[in-house]
């Protein structure tokens, strides 16, 4: 893979809870990390397989390897944000992991 496919920039959010004006705990999101990234949609099999259980809105980000994310972070990318599903460490080379997010609605559901 050349760098030059690398060429979106995504944000890593990470959850937080903080307490409002009223003294309530609230949850949310707080930027982590940005980096570079490749961005696709499922193909051939993979897309039918999620159009089976209904999350057609999987998307694939590949990155450089980053040790420090996981399954309870989100990724913002273009205005939408996505909750992460899965991490692979390609090959366990350490040198790219692809990150599979489904897209969260307006209210924060997916």
């Known amino acids: 893979m050349g760098t030059g496919e690398l060429k979106h920039r995504v944000t890593f959010l990470k959850p937080t809870s903080t307490v409002n004006e009223n003294g309530f705990e609230t949850d949310g999101f707080i930027e982590f990390k940005t980096v570079w990234a490749s961005v696709s949609n499922l193909s051939g099999r993979e897309y039918f397989a999620a ?3 209904q999350k057609e ?3 694939k980000f590949l990155i450089r390897a980053i040790s420090d994310i996981d399954e309870t972070m989100r990724i913002a990318f ?3 944000q996505y909750n992460i ?3 692979d460490n390609i090959k ?3 040198k790219y992991v692809e990150v599979k997010a489904l897209e ?3 209210n924060g559901q997916t």
Request: hydrophobic residues 40%.
């Open 51 to 53: 159009a089976a259980v």
């Open 57 to 59: 809105r999987i998307v």
């Open 78 to 80: 273009q205005g939408k």
């Open 85 to 87: 599903t899965s991490i």
């Open 92 to 94: 366990y080379e350490n």
């Open 104 to 106: 969260v609605d307006e």
